[in-house]
């Protein structure tokens, strides 16, 4: 019997990307990504831009497939472009033109040509993104949330079925990170939304499923909760001075460090206390991400 595919399903397998300076961003990434947010956490370089940009078909891999339910992604780039909303990490044409007017441009070239239907479109796209009360500014003098925030806009104009934005709250102070998310949470779940981000907290507020990726590879895959689980009792904490923080990682897997009111907090990771002194602390994703990069997450 033929595999039956969710049509709501990306599938990406064994993806490799040499760039021609010798950089491997992709090194054999598989990913099976369903319907929803969906998180892609790595650190600056890891290959999360060239995987953004392969998905949305703006660039070659050297090898691997990529299918969007029944799409091959990488031969019939026509049909995933029709389905596809695109927020590229530099979003950057700031045009002296109004958020509305440039809405509007942008719809007709989505063709929607009628009038009446294009006016009420880029009416009820202000509204879900909340710049209604922004629609008659220029664009050039938007703050960064209400840029992130049209950039949606934008990217959402074709209800599209595959979503990919990529480190969108980077820059963003709290309270517009804030207002992204509760724009994010609300595309919902019939949707594929892959969010590529170097920030925790934008996986652990809004992803169900995801994946952590570094150095072209990926780390680990599935829920966050899951992972949080899989270091359960085995992250231990303790202040130290300031000059002992490099002798604590000679002597035992520290996987970050952090100040915490201005003293340095350790945490590593050990199935028991590693020395008198330690407390035992719930981990939480950033464990979990510090943890997989540091080379110590995998058992
Ligand atoms: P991320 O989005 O996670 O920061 P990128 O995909 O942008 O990662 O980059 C992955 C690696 O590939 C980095 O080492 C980066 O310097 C390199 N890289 C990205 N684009 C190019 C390019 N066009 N040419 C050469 N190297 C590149």
């Not at 907090?265 to 540091?294: K, M, N, S, Y």
């Amino acid at each position: 019997m033929a595999e039956s595919q969710d049509p709501l399903e990306l599938r990406i397998q064994n993806l490799t990307k040499t760039y021609k300076n010798g950089v491997k961003a992709l090194d054999g990434v598989s990913l099976v990504i369903p319907r929803g947010l969906y998180g892609l956490l790595g650190p600056n370089g890891a290959g999360k831009s060239t995987l953004m940009r392969t998905i949305a078909t703006l660039q070659e891999p050297d090898s691997g497939t990529i299918r969007f339910g029944g799409i091959d992604v990488l031969a019939q780039k026509e049909e995933v472009r029709k389905l596809l909303g695109y927020l590229p990490q530099d979003f950057g044409v700031y045009p002296r033109v109004s958020a509305e007017e440039m809405l509007d441009h942008l719809a007709l070239l989505k063709g929607i040509t009628h009038g009446k239907e294009r006016r009420e479109v880029v009416h009820a796209m202000l509204h879900r993104v909340n710049l209604w009360e922004h629609r008659r500014k220029a664009l050039t003098g938007f703050s960064g949330g209400m840029r992130q925030r049209f950039g949606i806009a934008q990217a959402l104009l074709a209800e599209p079925r595959l979503l990919i934005v990529d480190e969108p709250t980077a820059g963003l102070d709290p309270g517009e990170r804030n207002r992204f998310y509760n724009l994010l949470a609300e595309i919902g779940e019939n949707v594929v939304v892959i969010l590529s981000t170097h920030i925790v907290q934008d996986v652990m507020e809004l992803c169900r499923n995801m994946a952590i990726i570094h150095q072209g590879r990926v780390l680990f895959a599935g829920s966050p909760d899951a992972a949080v689980e899989g270091l359960a009792g085995r992250v231990w904490t303790r202040g130290v001075a300031r000059d002992q923080v490099e002798d604590y990682k000679a002597r035992m897997p520290v996987i970050s460090h952090k100040l915490v009111g201005g003293q340095p907090q350790i945490h590593v990771l050990a199935d028991a206390a590693p020395e008198p002194g330690f407390t035992a602390i719930r981990p939480d994703l950033e464990d979990v991400f510090f943890a997989h990069i540091a080379g110590l997450g995998a058992r």
